[in-house]
């Protein structure tokens, strides 16, 4: 059964800076990655994906994704009060049967 | 956007007990699961089905029992509830079209309090 470490625990950062999360996978059959974002009280919800090494962009969100180390972090850049929330990360192999991280616990600070 | 309803929304029973957390998607899709989320472990995979009748184990399957009626409808049983699985309780569902294209819908979830 293979494990999803993310990393920090809990994040403090003021409005309008930048925010990192890590999350690496011990399995090598590994080959998609996903982060997911739940508010308090909610469900979570799909932020982005990402399947090749590199880069992708979606507004004040990027990922990156290392495939070699199995590594792949999310910046939230100009982060606002409502980006509060817990972050998790998936991965899977062959895009089914998703296995969660503990989660980022992450507040902006206004 | 997709639509996963779970019911209820609340539960409290006692240790032995009996328990059924329902689950309705009507978004079509063929995979459901059902998670549970806990402080310090995060979402954990219990059971999940890719279609009627079909039931395949996730990863913490121990003292559940789930069934698949119909495409749109899954069910979490707990024959003999203990206080281990008191926890937040959730339901998904996606396509799986294609590796790329997965991404799972969640239900609003079920709090259940095993006492």
């Known amino acids: 059964q293979q494990k999803v470490q993310q990393s920090p625990e809990s994040l403090i950062v003021p409005e309008g800076g930048m925010a990192s999360l890590n999350c690496t996978s011990s399995?090598?059959?590994?080959?998609y990655f996903w982060w997911y974002r739940q508010h308090s009280g909610k469900s979570p919800k799909m932020l982005m994906s990402i399947f090749s090494n590199g880069e992708k962009e979606e507004g004040r969100f990027t990922v990156h994704l290392n495939k070699a180390s199995l590594h792949t972090s999310l910046h939230i850049r100009d982060s606002q009060p409502s980006d509060s929330a817990l972050y998790l990360c998936?991965?899977?192999?062959?895009?089914?049967?998703?296995?969660f991280g503990t989660g980022t616990s992450l507040l902006v600070d206004p | 956007e997709a639509a996963v309803t779970q019911s209820p929304r609340n539960k409290v029973t006692v240790t032995g007990g009996n328990v059924t957390l329902s689950c309705r998607q009507t978004?079509?899709?063929?995979?459901m699961y059902w998670y549970r989320q806990d402080t310090g472990h995060g979402l954990r995979l219990i059971h999940y089905s890719y279609g009627a009748g079909n039931l395949q184990i996730g990863d913490v399957p121990d003292g559940y029992k789930a069934t698949r009626t119909t495409q749109e409808d899954f069910f979490l049983l707990l024959e003999l509830a203990s206080p281990s699985q008191t926890s937040l309780y959730f339901c998904?569902?996606?396509?799986?079209?294609?590796?790329?294209?997965?991404?799972?819908?969640f239900g609003h979830g079920t709090k259940l309090s095993v006492l």
């Open positions: 998936a991965a899977s192999i062959m895009g089914y049967k998703l296995t």
């Open positions: 399995d090598r059959n590994v080959d």
């Open positions: 978004n079509s899709h063929n995979y």
């Open positions: 998904a569902s996606s396509d799986n079209q294609g590796a790329t294209n997965e991404r799972l819908f």
